[in-house]
């Protein structure tokens, strides 16, 4: 509640503010009075409050409307920890806010399979490496002089390949090689074939006439790789391709070979006798190829050393 004053005769505003304790302006604008020289006595004033008292007013209310220090300052600490980030020594020694992290970025149902993973280093894996394995070579029923004399008689004519040798032919033929490298000669002869025991290199190969008695060739001999091998190529020349490769060339055909009959042919084989080699070479004389036709022989032999 605000203090009155009732202007007596010869107040003056200024008289009035000093004496209350106000300002004469603060006086005036309270009371409405645009000019201090015109009062008039009797008329009550309403005092401001006085400025010192209206500064303390003012403190007291910031005062009241202001939280105190200390629940400020809580307040702001509280809300620093909310949004600092975790520092890895608290993290270390809070492990729930660690499996927190881990469930966020690496969301399963097991944490702790989870927590394994990113703490050890993903293992190196060895790819599996499967061996290869050779397929095993099928290997033909009968020796390749007999498939060749069937199949040229047939009107074959493709080339004889390493293929179209048994294994055991295959090494046979490397050893004849090597007996032929190791008398210093570029070419296979009948001596290199090595089966038959003295006497002459073409006592199991000849037929007709009177060598039809020492042509008798037995079952065992056709089972010979050496004897295949004799009858199927004979006489070869040893070549060697760009990469080393021992290569055996020659021509599958019959240097007797005739324009013949079934006459013809029934007398042949009525020389022959008993001899196999004798009986084959008949039909081969009679309807096998010629000198210059049948199929070419060209047998890769790999890398062979000299003897």
Known sequence: MSLKYTIQSGDTLSQIAQS??????ELAKANGIEDANK?????????PSPPKEADKVRAVQEQMLRPKKTEVQ??????????APVRSSERSEDPSLFRKAVNFFAPNDNTAENTSMLSKPTPKVTPKVTPKVEKKRDEPILPANIRQLIYDVSGGDETITEDDLKSSEIASLIKIVQNAQGRGSAS???DDYKTTKGGSA???????GKSRTKATTTASQLDNPAFSMKTLIGQAAISKDADGNTIIIDRYNFNDAVDGSLFDYAKDVKKVGL?????????????GSKPGEGSHVVINLGKLSNV
């Open 39 to 47: 009062i008039r006595a009797g008329r009550k004033l309403s005092m």
């Open 20 to 25: 209350m304790g106000v300002n004469m302006t």
């Open 188 to 190: 296979i002869g009948y």
């Open 202 to 208: 073409y006592a199991d190969v000849t037929y007709g």
């Open 74 to 83: 809580k307040e702001k600490t509280a809300i620093q920890k909310k949004a």
């Open 275 to 287: 001899s196999l080699y004798g009986q084959a070479r008949a039909v081969g004389k009679h309807f």
